[in-house]
């Protein structure tokens, strides 16, 4: 889990959206708070569907939400 | 705490109530084979799934799958480095061609299990604490 490939905009988009907190976000998304925390430590690179489901909650898309960092491209 | 840490914290105590049972054995009756039936125990591990509480998947999410394959990862390497070892330990001490007393082998199978069970729980704990931990110094 370590050396994640992507940085994300979880945290300040859950700011932006009410100060949405973990707890809420992972309920929508249906994982568990501790995986919210993992994305947010960029500790844990999301499937492709947890992704899609992010950005559907902050009504973006995934490559607004997931940035792929510099060193991975 | 997660159902995944919950499940792990559970088999951490009943291994070491087994681990507590076989050594009471074996002060008890000074058998060691005798005391392997403390072993036993293990079966408890099985409540988890069977009992009506016990009903939903400690697996809640992708990331829950990662850890548990992880954890079994870790755990069999572990477990195949130190059954390799007792091989290579047995045939040092007995060498080739003599018979090695049953008293070496039949511990190994229920300590091997236990091996496995104990590592996957601590490695499951251990990748759950990682992130949690690293994001709240984060977040200071």
């Known amino acids: 889990m370590k050396g994640s490939p992507f940085t994300n905009e979880i ?3 859950r700011f932006a959206s009410g100060e949405m907190t973990q707890e809420e976000l992972a309920r929508q998304v249906e994982v568990t708070r501790q995986t919210i925390i993992a994305l947010e430590a960029n500790r844990y690179v999301p499937s492709l569907l947890l992704a899609i489901r992010i950005a559907q909650v902050f009504g973006t ?3 607004k939400v997931f940035i792929l960092s510099p060193k991975a491209e | 705490m997660t159902s995944l840490q919950k499940y792990a914290v559970f088999h951490l105590v009943v291994l070491a109530c087994t681990l507590a049972a076989v050594g009471a054995l074996l002060l008890a009756t000074g058998r060691p084979m005798a005391s392997l039936a403390g072993f036993a125990l293990l079966a ?3 409540i988890r799934g069977t009992s009506m509480r016990g009903t939903r998947s400690p697996i809640q999410d992708e990331r829950d799958e990662q850890i548990v394959r992880r954890a079994a990862a870790a755990s069999y390497t572990i477990f195949w480095i130190c059954f390799v070892a007792w091989g290579v330990v047995l045939t040092l001490a007995f060498q080739n061609g003599a018979a090695v007393p049953i008293v070496y082998i039949a511990p190994a199978v229920w300590v091997g299990m236990w091996l496995v069970l104990a590592v996957r729980a ?19």
């Open chain 1, 11 to 13: 945290r300040r988009m």
């Open chain 1, 61 to 63: 898309t995934v490559e």
């Open chain 2, 122 to 140: 601590v490695a499951i704990l251990a990748l759950n604490r990682a992130s949690t931990v690293d994001a709240r110094e984060r977040a200071r």
């Open chain 2, 44 to 46: 408890l591990i099985g």
